[in-house]
């Protein structure tokens, strides 16, 4: 009896290879071929999202590095003398803290490039950050559904400012220890709890003995833990909600028009971190920073002039030199300092919170709840991004009133000038910094209109019969005239009525301030052409293809997008 029976025709009848032997023990203890659809997921291509991977990469290379400086750094604040390699050093007492940085960078082979390394990398991720942040906001994907991960965004640019503070007074030498020694006085200046959280940072009077080794433990466990976790959970949520992209032909708010994780984006990617790591290695081993044998260790009787913390970290020192030395004296002998109160602790606060809520500030004023998958460009949204512009205005004023001293030795300039200009300019230069850039996002949409309209101008200058010299226009082709038209016009909401019928509206002051802040945010914004007005406008060219496309936001006529991107539709995590 023959009791063969006949493979599947799909059956592998050759020997497999070994990456093949090896894929498939993986899989069947891995289950990894359940997640073949995120090979496939899809991530557009557009320059702006570049700033997210590198502070991503940025912070990879911080990882690797910190690893690599916690063997040699000794958090230890016992004084010691030091007889080391630098000789101009030599005999002077400085804490266990300041004596291994300064051997790291001369005793230890690579340790200065490793040193400035992990220290540009910190410099380049929270400068990611902020442009990354601002990119969100500028282009509204910090709507519904993304409202969680514009939360983790912000507190990851929060928790890597303060680590990076936290790194830049490790090696406690004159510099670091100044910036200390500031942070110690906006500790002690918040009401009611300041001493308390001194006497934690601090264990004990300024300087004590205990600062550098609870800062470090912070520095390489509490907050890079922190950190790495919001960092997974923020990429998780990318791929939950879809990647954002830009309006425009086959875009819309149910697919994703890109290219695969697997093999483009990936490859793209790596090939980017080795581009980021390449330039953080090369600003390392060619531009000098943070070179603490020349700044001295920390003694708290001495400063030198000129002192200025890291970038990030300007616009504090900026605004505690603006501010006046205003206090008073409460009942009960309690002094409320608001010359550091207001600039250190309620400013920064009062800008964290701003940014922090605003997509709850515009949801609530629009009363819009769809998902938004469609990012704006941002002159389509001409307050929110003036609003922004001018807040980063004001941290560029702020930034530069920190560096009044420099300013005035290097330009020869009166000290007490550029503090009155940084004074006066912490409330002129945001004002008319939102003035211009809403100007300009209005007419940037006029011009627009007017390319709807009337087409672009090609150069060339026609004569009529009668002698009239004008310019040729000629329509927009289909793929930028859909883009433009593609835009979403934003209204303000209706006036609310006091009453209805005799009947009192109950809600009519929360009616009111809604209506008056959407007037704020959309009123006066140059409409989209109507349907009308582009029949009208192609008729006078005689192009009846643009006749036949004359309804704004039509997507039948449009076709197919011109290059081979994938298109993904929407998914989720199952």
Not at 126 to 146: E, N
Not at 272 to 288: E, R
């Amino acid at each position: 009896m023959n009791t063969s029976k006949t493979a599947p025709a799909d059956t592998r009848t050759d020997t497999p290879s070994t990456g093949v032997r090896i894929a498939d023990w993986a899989d069947s203890r891995l289950g990894i071929y359940n997640f073949r659809f995120l090979i496939r997921k899809v991530f557009p291509d557009h320059w702006t999202f570049m700033f997210g991977e590198i502070a991503l990469y940025s912070f990879i290379v911080l990882l690797l590095t910190g690893v690599w400086l916690t063997l040699f750094f000794d958090p230890s604040m016992t004084e010691v003398v030091y007889e080391g390699t630098h000789v101009p050093l030599h005999g002077i007492l400085m804490s266990r803290a300041y004596e291994s940085t300064v051997e790291i960078s001369f005793d230890v082979r690579g340790g200065l490039l490793i040193r400035q390394l992990h220290h540009w990398s910190a410099l380049i991720m929270i400068g990611a950050l902020c442009i990354h942040t601002l990119r969100h906001f500028l282009t509204g994907s910090f709507r519904k559904p993304r409202e969680a991960n514009w939360l983790i965004g912000f507190a990851l640019l929060v928790l890597v400012t303060l680590e990076g503070f936290l790194g830049y007074s490790l090696p406690d030498d004159l510099l670091s220890g100044t910036g200390l020694r500031i942070a110690e006085g906006v500790t002690l200046a918040i009401p009611l709890v300041g001493t308390y959280l001194t006497m934690f940072l601090f264990g004990g009077e300024y300087p004590g003995h205990d600062v550098i080794g609870r800062f470090y433990s912070f520095h390489i466990l509490l907050l890079p833990g922190i950190i790495l976790a919001l960092v997974v959970v923020h990429l998780i949520l990318v791929f939950y909600h879809k990647h954002t992209q830009f309006r425009g032909p086959a875009r819309t708010e149910q697919n994703v028009v890109g290219q695969p994780l697997m093999p483009h984006y990936t490859a793209k990617a790596g090939g980017f971190f080795f581009l980021v790591t390449g330039v953080l290695a090369l600003l390392a081993g060619i531009a000098q920073i943070n070179p603490v044998w020349r700044f001295g260790p920390y003694r708290a009787d001495q400063i030198s002039q000129g002192s200025q913390p890291d970038w990030y970290m300007g616009f504090l020192e900026g605004a505690l030199r603006a501010m006046p030395a205003w206090e008073f004296v409460l009942p009960g002998g309690y002094t409320v300092n608001l010359g550091v109160l207001l600039p250190a602790v309620v400013l920064p606060t009062m800008m964290m919170l701003v940014i922090a809520l605003w997509p709850f500030l515009e949801a609530w004023v629009t009363g819009d709840q769809r998902e938004h998958h469609l990012l704006d460009r941002p002159r389509d949204h001409p307050t929110r991004t003036a609003f922004g512009i001018a807040f980063v205005s004001l941290y560029l004023v702020l930034f530069f009133g920190g560096a009044n001293d420099v300013l005035a030795e290097k330009f020869h300039l009166s000290l007490n000038a550029i503090t009155w200009v940084a004074r006066f300019g912490f409330f002129i230069v945001p004002l008319l910094t939102y003035i211009v850039t809403k100007r300009i996002c209005l007419a940037l949409l006029r011009k627009e209109r007017d390319k709807l309209l009337h087409g672009r101008e090609t150069g060339r200058i026609r004569r009529l019969p009668h002698g009239e010299f004008v310019e040729v226009h000629e329509p927009l082709d289909r793929w930028h005239r859909y883009t433009l038209l593609a835009r979403e016009g934003y209204e303000p909401l209706p006036k609310p009525q006091a009453e209805h019928d005799g009947v009192r509206n109950s809600g009519y002051r929360k009616q009111m301030l809604r209506y008056k802040l959407s007037r704020w945010l959309y009123g006066g914004s140059i409409p989209k052409p109507t349907a009308q007005e582009l029949e009208h406008a192609a008729l006078e060219h005689g192009d009846q293809a643009l006749h036949r496309l004359g309804a704004p936001g039509s997507h039948a006529e449009i076709g197919t997008q011109r290059s081979v991107d994938a298109q993904e539709p929407d998914q989720a995590l199952n």
